[in-house]
């Protein structure tokens, strides 16, 4: 394949993902069924989630209470797509590891949260869980972060925490295909860039650049803002997982003995 076809191709994909956006007529029928004007998660589901959350957490080594399971994003959305994840949240308290409110509290935030992230990116890498042809994505929460999502299903109780509410959102397309270009552009840069010499500073201004612009627009306008919709089609097309590779490829460069 030349590289105009590969162009093309790639283009096409971004078009694919930026229509998947649109919101759909109802929830997917693989995860839910509608009972009595209610979306309740199916049984096989539910039951087969609580076993994967429960092989998950039998990772970890410690012991601590389990506040809620829930399913969250667009699969507990009408916005859901072939491209969506199973985005499976352990809920638990940060502060059991830590009775006392002090100083050094935030720290120890910190360092838990690298725990269970570390936890959780060991575990996805080392599994391919499907639920219905969905990846299944776990993640360690604490029931006290803020969590921007119009769908969060609780798993444990079989109820919705965050009903979702069917939406008809204005989504520019090219607005999003185009900041989704340009930041495609500048990971392609530090990639053809990483080859020659150190760009690590350029990649952590570029990745903080990127998680700010997705914050803003959360907070902003919520899970159909064009910013947090450009950064699912970076994540999708799998341009934030290139960069986050040129990162280790260089750090693992820069550790290593080769002659």
Not at 189 to 202: A, E, F, M, R
Not at 227 to 240: D, H, P, Q
Request: charged content about 35%; glycine content about 4%; hydrophobic content about 35%.
């Amino acid at each position: 394949m030349s590289l105009f076809e590969e162009l093309i191709e790639d283009k096409e994909l971004d078009k694919k993902i930026v229509k998947s956006f649109k919101s759909k007529e109802t929830l997917s029928d693989n995860i839910f069924e509608l009972t009595d004007k209610e979306y309740k998660m199916r049984d096989d589901i539910r039951k087969k989630l609580l076993e994967i959350s429960d092989d998950f957490i039998g990772t970890f080594g410690i012991e601590f209470f389990i506040h809620d399971i829930v399913l969250t994003g667009s699969l507990a959305n009408y916005n859901w797509s072939q491209f969506s994840d199973v985005d499976l949240h352990i809920l638990i308290d940060f502060d059991e590891f830590d009775g006392s409110k002090n100083k050094d509290t935030v720290y120890l935030h910190n360092i838990i949260k690298e725990f269970f992230d570390a936890k959780k990116n060991v575990w996805n890498n080392n599994h391919d869980v499907k639920i219905k042809g969905f990846d299944v994505e776990v993640y360690v929460q604490d029931v006290n972060e803020e969590h921007i999502s119009s769908g969060v299903y609780s798993i444990l109780h079989n109820e919705w925490i965050v009903e979702p509410k069917q939406k008809k959102p204005n989504i520019d397309d090219r607005k999003i295909l185009e900041k989704g270009e340009e930041y495609a552009k500048k990971i392609d840069k530090l990639i053809n860039l990483g080859s020659k010499k150190d760009v690590l500073p350029q990649i952590e201004i570029l990745r903080k650049k990127i998680k700010e612009f997705r914050q803003s627009g959360l907070e902003s306008g919520g899970e159909y803002s064009y910013e947090n919709l450009t950064f699912k089609l970076l994540r999708r097309n799998g341009y934030i997982q290139k960069l986050l590779k040129l990162k280790t490829d260089i750090v693992d460069k820069k550790l290593s003995i080769t002659q």
